[in-house]
């Protein structure tokens, strides 16, 4: 599902930074829905014929009943992706009208709703497995998407009406012209991004596979960096904020300062988690991890703690030229990113380290500083100043 629905995982981005005047909205709503219903057709024709159960079964090697249930699924989930595809669109249109805590609020009732389904699974035992899952994907990600579409319309009415008042305030007489063949070129960047981004975990996890402890070492990669995430994850709207409000009169100290403010309480938050007990206690006591693996994921965390000011970089300078059109950038550094994560990978593993899984987070962080100064080069060649 998540392969099919690459296309469509960067429509909140296209919207905030392609919707800059009302005459731009009816364009990139066609552009849109063209895309994800062209997801949705194939992903539906996939479901519901015999390919996903020869994909199932010949490239993922699932058979028996556990093949029975994936087909079964992936006939519910193929609904998934269109969900998302409206959710993100009216997200953007949410964050372009400042009303952004709504797209929390749909978050925290979608968390809910998955917890609820959770506490009550016992009294559903009779539905199928494959039902179950998939009623509680599509259901809580459906909770969110009519969340945000109906707090829309009510914090802001007609959007066109609401457009149209943000155009007169920032005095804007004429949009800068968007076409069809603009909108491809802007928005096939962000698929060629999101399709490297989406290879780097099973790459790593790949070359983590070929150590001496390879379950171990899976294992306290694995714990270590989702903790980890869980840390950093504000920082991955971060781009969202020059997109919004960015200005041509050098006016983006603020967006700055905020942005280091914010990677530096997150920095700290790691600093307290790696270089503490605070970390070794939530592995241990709150996720379950054995104590093993619990002191061997202190060594990734402490090198997680410059990640909160390479995704602050890489989030600005993406917010930048998604706000300026330049996406054709943003592709080329995650491919510098690619490629200078496999030469780590290979290099480290070739040493046979004692903690493998540090050789994870390397790789990792080495890429994301790689795509970071390439966007600071490219920040200095292509950009006029802000």
């Known amino acids: 599902m998540h392969v099919f629905q690459s296309p469509v995982m960067m429509i909140r981005q296209t919207v905030t930074a392609l919707i800059d005047h009302r005459k731009n909205f009816r364009k990139t709503l066609i552009a849109i829905a063209l895309v994800a219903g062209g997801v949705v057709f194939v992903l539906a024709m996939t479901a519901y014929s015999g390919l996903s159960r020869w994909l199932f079964h010949h490239v993922m090697g699932l058979e028996g009943q ?3 249930e994936a087909v079964a ?4 989930l193929f609904l998934f992706p269109l969900l998302v595809s409206i959710r993100d669109f009216f997200s953007g249109l949410l964050i372009k009208f400042r009303n952004a805590p709504l ?3 749909a978050s925290v009732a979608r968390v809910v709703y998955v917890a609820l389904f959770v506490a009550s699974i016992e009294h559903l035992a009779r539905l199928p497995g494959a039902l179950l899952a998939s009623l509680m994907f599509v259901g809580g990600v459906g909770i969110e998407t009519v ?3 109906v707090g829309t319309r009510l914090l802001n009415g007609s959007v066109t009406q609401k457009l149209s008042v943000l155009d007169q305030e920032a005095g804007q007489a004429e949009p800068k012209r968007l076409t069809y063949p603009l909108f491809i070129r802007f928005f096939t960047p962000l698929i060629v991004t999101t399709a490297i981004y989406n290879v780097f975990m099973p790459i790593v996890n790949a070359g983590l596979a070929r150590s001496d402890q390879p379950d171990l070492t899976l294992s306290v990669f694995a714990v270590a960096w989702g903790l980890g995430m869980v840390v950093l994850s504000p920082s991955n709207m971060l781009h ?3 997109i919004r409000y960015d200005t041509q009169g050098g006016k983006n100290q603020s967006i700055r300062l ?11 938050v790691m600093v307290l988690i790696a ?3 605070l970390g070794y206690n939530i592995l241990r006591h709150w996720i379950g991890t054995s104590h093993e693996v619990s002191l061997l994921a202190s060594d990734v965390l402490k090198l997680m703690c410059i990640s909160p000011f390479l995704l602050a970089t890489r989030e600005y300078y993406w917010g930048i030229l998604l706000k300026r059109r330049l ?3 943003l592709w080329q550094g995650k491919l510098v990113n690619l490629v200078y994560l496999l030469l780590v990978l290979a290099g480290l593993m070739a040493l046979n380290p004692v903690n493998a899984a540090i050789v994870g987070a390397l790789c990792l962080i080495s890429g994301d500083a790689a795509e970071c100064l390439f966007l600071l080069w490219v920040s200095r060649r292509h950009l006029t100043p802000t």
Do not use: G
Not at 73 to 76: D, E
Not at 258 to 268: E, G, N, R, T, V
């Open 240 to 242: 969202q904020l020059p």
């Open 103 to 105: 797209i929390a609020a």
């Open 275 to 277: 270089f503490t007990n």
């Open 258 to 268: 905020f942005i280091f403010a914010l990677a530096s309480l997150s920095a700290l």
């Open 66 to 68: 556990t093949l029975d």
């Open 147 to 149: 969340i945000v579409v």
């Open 327 to 329: 996406t054709r950038f």
């Open 73 to 76: 699924m992936l006939k519910i």
